[in-house]
């Protein structure tokens, strides 16, 4: 999973940096102290905002799934022993999910 959140955010970085090296390259910015200037610091602030949206992408999305599987848990402590869990997916979220989910059936099946 790490590798899934990680690569958004390296290639972020080498399409920015990729986007800085194009505009240095330019003959009239060589020479230029304010051109290198104004293309590194709107390097910078695209690489923040960026990231920080990336950032806010991927942290909504884990937290949809993590108040889901706790929505589900709060049912089972109020009684209900038949819950369906999501059990598809391949993160380390869903894989909880499933492990979890096979818990339950089994102790349904112990208490039955």
């Given at each position: 999973?790490?590798?899934?959140?990680?690569?958004?955010?390296?290639?972020?970085?080498?399409?920015?940096?990729?986007?800085?090296m194009v505009y240095l390259s330019r003959p009239i910015c060589v020479a230029d102290a304010d051109c290198v200037k104004t293309a590194v610091f709107t390097t910078f602030l695209v690489l923040v905002i960026s990231i920080f949206l990336l950032g806010l992408y991927i942290s909504s999305r884990l937290e949809k799934q993590v108040a889901?599987?706790?929505?589900?848990?709060?049912?089972?402590?109020?009684?209900?022993?038949?819950?369906?869990?999501?059990?598809?997916?391949?993160?380390?979220?869903?894989?909880?999910?499933?492990?979890?989910?096979?818990?339950?059936?089994?102790?349904?099946?112990?208490?039955?």
């Open positions: 999973m790490r590798w899934r959140i990680t690569v958004p955010f390296v290639v972020v970085v080498f399409v920015v940096m990729g986007g800085l889901q599987l706790t929505a589900l848990t709060h049912r089972l402590l109020d009684g209900e022993r038949h819950i369906p869990l999501p059990r598809q997916g391949k993160g380390e979220i869903e894989e909880f999910s499933r492990t979890y989910s096979q818990l339950i059936d089994l102790d349904n099946e112990r208490i039955a």
